[in-house]
């Protein structure tokens, strides 16, 4: 098997996810199963059919299943914004975040004030970036009939060295604006790891649809029964993490005359003590930069580069909740999302459910456990290992 998959990698085929179930062979008996059916396309072949997925059917009286292609565009509603690295290099990009921010003006709690003022942030962004890429795109589209118009001509008759300046500035815009777009794929692919123009569009591209067909659900099995509507998807998975974490009305043990451990008094008072502009700065450089946006659509490196914008609202913001203890509504809403446990996953218990939340709230969530992990390692038995740094 191992020689095989070797085979598939150097034919630079692609073995997409299987549908439907896991394996595709049985043997008379049914005590060996094994996936030996399969359709192996060309990265070629999937930069045209995007949307393609691949099937297993139902066993009848073969010891094999029938594999199929379908070729079907999901419509799983709006995809949601998200902000892109390359455009905070954009000129203007600057200008027009501090005077919206600075134009914005809020009334409330200072949490309140906070998420008002992002969420207009994000909408400005939004029809901002709407205009920027077709831009991008119209002088891609630009520069590439300038070069091919000048190499035609060139074909028959000598370039004038204006002609010649001409290709060679086309060239530059093509270049300058593929690798903003190169640079977008390149987040969307999450290949960090990468230096910045190490591998072109194409390459990133295909990065992005493999991970894309790894962790998008075509289908779930529910009671036996295979669900494939977007709707009726939908319904199933709420239904199941509602259940999960509905929690029924348990009788609990108590636990009485038991001595933990307690935290000293000076201890307390750290606990307590209100958050410094230092303490929160540090917050927010420890988050990572580049881990996907919540609902704001906004990463840290956006907070980072505009620290200087936005930090007066989130100390106001920090502040309130230290005082009051509260939350303003919407604070902790988040995506949830669904990354598979195995391969080819088929119930909704292979997928492990992660949340993708606001900055603001990733910013105290960080805040307070800086400050709770250096109390823990008093108060928790040697015995516990986790979540416990140098044990």
Known sequence: MREF?????????????LVGRKFTCYNSNGTAISRLDRILLSEEWLLNWEDVTQWGLKRTISDHCAVILKNEKVDWGPKPFRLFDVWMEKPGFRELV?????????????????????KKLKNALKSWSHNYMEEVDKKIANAEQIIVDLDKKGEGQQLSKEEI????????????NTRIKNRMWQQKARRTWLWEGDANTAFY???????????EINSILVNGRQCEEVAVVKEEIAKHFQNLFTEEMWSRPKLENMSFEQISEAQNCFLIAPFTEEEIRAAVWDCDSSKAPGPDGLNFRFVKLFWGTIKKEIMEFIQEFHDTG??????NESFVVLIPKVND????????LISLIRVMYKILSKLLSNRLRKVLDGVIGDTQMAFIVGR
């Open 205 to 215: 591209h295909k990065c992005f649809q493999n991970r894309k067909r790894r962790n």
């Open 345 to 352: 996953p088929e119930k909704i218990e292979e997928y492990r």
């Open 98 to 118: 501090e005077e919206t921010w600075q134009l914005t003006k809020v009334q409330g709690w200072k949490g309140f004030c906070l998420k008002e003022k992002l």
């Open 326 to 331: 509260r939350l303003v509504k919407g604070a």
């Open 5 to 17: 998959k070797q085979f598939i990698h150097d034919s630079g085929l692609v073995d997409l996810p």
């Open 165 to 176: 300046e001409e290709r060679r500035e086309g060239f530059a815009e093509l270049w300058k």
